[in-house]
């Protein structure tokens, strides 16, 4: 079964912490995204990467960053966090090349930034 | 820029009823999802929609594509609470890894 693991479901954080986003896939998948959820937003693309160490921005980047060493993993970082940031956090991973692009997604991280 | 819009954003209905929930996009496409999400849950995949006329049907949900109107529609069918949830379109361009998702439809089925 097709699984996207996001490693936590609830975080808090303060103003100015760095904050670390993990996603892990095991379906071999090459691309992963990470998006953030808002109420009347809809998803929105922060960034995507299409194999390890390659990276494209999406529609909202500015205020993260991402890292991809190994294919499985998808990192998002918020190298300092501001409230404005406080959202739902989704990873997903698809399969390339294009084929049917379903999307798989993880269950979603609510980050709160105080 | 690819611009995905549903209609209506927030629809409540009683159980037995029939509605329809619209998907438009701003760019030629002719890939179209349907995704749900219930409350604190993630997104799951109900439909793919890959050319002009692309009907798809699960039980009373039904999906249809029409490319040259760009848009897409899900049809509720006698409407039981069990579908309730949150149902996202989503549209990706030709040659593009990625897709764009419309701002959801929040829909809420009462007995």
């Known amino acids: 079964d097709v699984k996207v693991t996001q490693s936590s479901r609830y975080l808090v954080k303060r103003t100015g912490e760095k904050v670390f986003l993990e996603c892990v896939q095991d379906?071999?998948?090459?691309?992963m995204f990470w998006y953030r959820q808002d109420p009347g937003l809809g998803l929105r693309l922060i960034y995507f990467?299409?194999?390890?160490?390659?990276?494209e921005k999406g529609d909202i980047p500015e205020g993260y960053s991402v890292s991809r060493e190994k294919k499985e993993r998808f990192s998002l970082i918020l190298e300092s966090a501001s409230t404005n940031q406080t959202s739902m956090y989704l990873c997903?991973?698809?399969?390339?090349?294009?084929?049917?692009?379903?999307?798989?997604f993880g269950a979603g991280t609510r980050l709160s930034v105080l | 820029e690819l611009k995905v819009e549903q209609n209506p954003l927030f629809l409540s209905m009683q159980e037995g009823k029939n509605y329809t929930i619209y998907c438009n996009y701003s760019?030629?496409?002719?890939?179209l999802y349907w995704y749900r999400q219930d409350p604190g849950k993630s997104l799951e995949s109900l439909f793919v929609?890959?050319?002009?006329?692309a009907v798809k049907q699960e039980g009373r949900l039904m999906a249809s594509l029409d490319t040259k109107a760009r848009l897409s529609t899900l049809h509720i069918t006698a409407a039981v609470h069990d579908l309730s949830a949150t149902y996202f379109c989503?549209?990706?361009?030709?040659?593009?890894?990625?897709?764009?998702f419309g701002q959801g439809t929040r829909l809420t089925i009462n007995p």
């Open positions: 989503a549209v990706d361009l030709e040659g593009a890894q990625k897709l764009v």
């Open positions: 997903a991973s698809s399969l390339a090349p294009r084929a049917k692009n379903i999307q798989y």
């Open positions: 379906m071999d998948h090459e691309n």
């Open positions: 929609l890959l050319s002009n006329g």
């Open positions: 760019t030629t496409s002719d890939r």
């Open positions: 990467s299409y194999d390890v160490k390659m990276k």
